[in-house]
């Protein structure tokens, strides 16, 4: 948390701006303050002042989990992990707790990085493709076709669930949308790969696109202290629905632990594989 269609909801928040939140577009970069050292991987913090101050935002792109400033010549890269959150303020605002990293754009906006937990990371690169390298393809991408996830689910003899979540299979994937995409296929979390039909791998490539698209046209889901203004907690099928009943068959929703995650399934809808 979060996944996909949350750090998809912050690029597009950002880039095209909200009645609350301007856009970020065009913004130049006046100042940063790293209030937690660790919150940078690279560069230093002396360079990474010292390269970033002036650049403006051009563009917004994501990949997997993974949340991409494209600057004037580098690119800010992102990852929010466990308890990550991107906060737009005014630089008058007072700095919250948990603020990692502040960075001071013109006109008096400010992107703050708050992360309780500081799991997050944040990269300034020339080049990200590097660092990105390791991350399987985006889900919802046309060159995605449920031929090719068929392909690749043969080639491997895994639980499906781990696979989903593993991001050198598939970028963006996290325990919601894994965990309904699965219900709304008729998955078993433990289900090997290669023994799905290519039938039954489309089935799940579709419920993959399903979920992942009503995530982002609902904002995401808001079901902790961290992410805010998402709607699809109110639409789960399964996650965190424990003792209650199956909408489809009225089944009570129970919890497994599958992989050491959190696993939420309908023993009726997902039957145990043979």
């Given at each position: 948390?979060?996944?996909?269609p949350?750090?998809?909801?912050?690029?597009?928040?950002?880039?095209?701006?909200?009645?609350?939140v301007?856009?970020?577009?065009?913004?130049?970069?006046c100042?940063?303050s790293?209030?937690?050292?660790?919150?940078?991987?690279?560069?230093s913090?002396?360079?990474?002042?010292?390269?970033?101050?002036g650049?403006s935002?051009?563009?917004?792109?994501?990949?997997?989990?993974?949340?991409l400033?494209?600057?004037?010549?580098?690119?800010?890269?992102?990852?929010?992990?466990?308890?990550g959150d991107?906060?737009?303020?005014?630089?008058?605002?007072?700095?919250?707790?948990?603020?990692?990293?502040?960075i001071?754009l013109?006109?008096?906006t400010?992107?703050?990085?708050?992360?309780?937990r500081?799991?997050?990371r944040?990269?300034?690169?020339?080049?990200?493709?590097?660092?990105?390298?390791h991350l399987g393809?985006?889900?919802?991408?046309?060159?995605f076709?449920?031929?090719?996830?068929?392909?690749?689910?043969?080639?491997?003899?895994?639980q499906?669930?781990p696979l989903?979540?593993d991001?050198?299979?598939?970028?963006?994937?996290?325990?919601?949308?894994?965990?309904?995409?699965?219900?709304?296929?008729?998955?078993h979390?433990?289900?090997?790969?290669d023994s799905?039909?290519c039938?039954?791998?489309?089935?799940?490539?579709q419920?993959?696109?399903?979920?992942?698209?009503?995530?982002?046209l609902?904002?995401?889901?808001s079901?902790?202290?961290?992410?805010r203004?998402?709607?699809?907690?109110n639409?789960?099928q399964?996650?965190?629905?424990?003792?209650?009943?199956?909408?489809?068959?009225?089944?009570?929703?129970?919890?497994?632990?599958?992989?050491?995650?959190?696993?939420?399934?309908c023993?009726?809808c997902?039957?145990?594989?043979?």
């Open positions: 948390m979060p996944e996909l949350e750090v998809e909801t912050f690029r597009l928040t950002f880039l095209h701006g909200t009645e609350e301007p856009s970020l577009v065009g913004k130049r970069i100042r940063v790293l209030l937690w050292e660790k919150t940078l991987e690279t560069p913090a002396e360079e990474f002042e010292t390269r970033i101050k650049q935002i051009l563009d917004l792109n994501r990949r997997g989990k993974y949340l400033f494209n600057l004037t010549q580098d690119v800010l890269v992102i990852h929010l992990r466990m308890s991107l906060v737009v303020e005014t630089h008058d605002d007072p700095i919250a707790k948990h603020h990692r990293l502040l001071e013109d006109g008096g400010r992107l703050a990085f708050n992360d309780t500081k799991f997050g944040v990269w300034l690169v020339r080049d990200s493709a590097p660092l990105l390298s393809p985006e889900p919802l991408d046309e060159a076709t449920s031929e090719v996830f068929c392909a690749m689910l043969h080639n491997l003899n895994r499906i669930k989903l979540l991001q050198h299979f598939i970028a963006g994937m996290g325990n919601i949308y894994t965990d309904e995409a699965l219900f709304l296929a008729g998955t979390p433990l289900t090997k790969s799905l039909s039938d039954q791998a489309e089935k799940l490539w419920a993959i696109h399903i979920v992942l698209t009503e995530g982002i609902r904002n995401g889901s079901i902790d202290w961290v992410y203004g998402g709607d699809f907690q639409h789960f399964v996650f965190r629905r424990t003792g209650e009943a199956c909408y489809r068959c009225g089944t009570p929703i129970e919890r497994i632990i599958v992989g050491n995650r959190s696993t939420h399934i023993p009726k997902q039957p145990v594989p043979d």
